[in-house]
């Protein structure tokens, strides 16, 4: 999978329930992150616990908790909420996943760089 300073995927692959990780160039770094589709509304993360930094998802695109309603770091437990990033329980609570842009365009959903 290549990098660039933007990423996109049909809203048709994202059913609710569903995440999605990509890598975005950013200046000169390398930023990888996901999209959750929660409810129907899209939201985007860096793929990275506040906590100790590791990536959440110990096997790849695996982000949800058994029943969906969470996003797990799959490191310690600790649970986040999907449309806020909120950290609700574990080492971090009251912390929140780094949020990325994301807007619709046409059937996509596209992630770009934070600002700096």
């Not at 048709?12 to 990888?32: H, I, K, S, V």
């Not at 609700?88 to 990325?100: E, F, K, N, Q, S």
Request: overall charge neutral; proline content about 9%.
């Amino acid at each position: 999978m290549s990098a660039s300073a933007e990423w996109r995927l049909p809203l048709a692959d994202l059913p609710p329930g569903r995440t999605a990780t990509f890598r975005l160039t950013c200046g000169a770094r390398t930023l990888r992150g996901f999209v959750v589709n929660h409810a129907g509304r899209c939201h985007a993360y860096v793929n990275r616990c506040p906590h100790l930094g590791t990536p959440l998802d110990l096997w790849p695109n695996e982000f949800l908790t058994d029943d969906g309603r969470e996003i797990i770091c799959s490191t310690h437990g600790a649970l986040f909420d999907p449309s806020s990033g909120h950290c609700t329980a574990g080492p971090c609570a009251g912390d929140r996943l780094r949020r990325l842009p994301l807007r619709r365009d046409g059937d996509d959903v596209v992630v770009a760089c934070p600002e700096p």
